[in-house]
Nanobody, 121 residues
């Protein structure tokens, strides 16, 4: 089994910053990619950003230039630095990891429990 533990959400004023973290643990051989999705009330879940093992990144157009995703492969941890936050960034943010288990090399995809980010004055 693979588990994801997220942290870092909260309430922030427009223009402020937050940093989300997500640590994976369990029977992990490799994770590729790790990423963040978000779901706002009444909307579908959408990709925010993801990052491959080698560091290649992918961002939603709405967050380019404001958010930065990074990862520590040794710790199986992904981070999302969110700057210049806007009210429309308000959502539950979910960590996602896809990879292969140790020993069996079977594919897995897991989601974190979600962390709420609220951008409001």
């Amino acid at each position: 089994q693979v588990q994801l533990v997220e942290s870092g959400g909260g309430l922030v004023q427009p223009g402020g910053s937050l940093r989300l973290s997500c640590a994976a643990s369990g029977s992990i051989f490799s994770i590729n990619p790790m990423g963040w999705y978000r779901q706002a009330p009444g909307k579908e879940r959408e990709l925010v950003a993801d990052i491959a093992t080698g560091g290649r990144t992918n961002y939603a157009d709405s967050v380019k230039g404001r958010f930065t995703i990074s990862r520590d492969n040794a710790k199986n941890t992904v981070y999302l630095q969110m700057n210049s936050l806007k009210p429309e960034d308000t959502a539950v943010y979910y960590c996602n990891a896809r990879g292969r288990h140790t020993t069996t090399y079977r594919y897995f995809e897991v989601w974190g429990q979600g962390t709420l980010v609220t951008v409001s004055s």
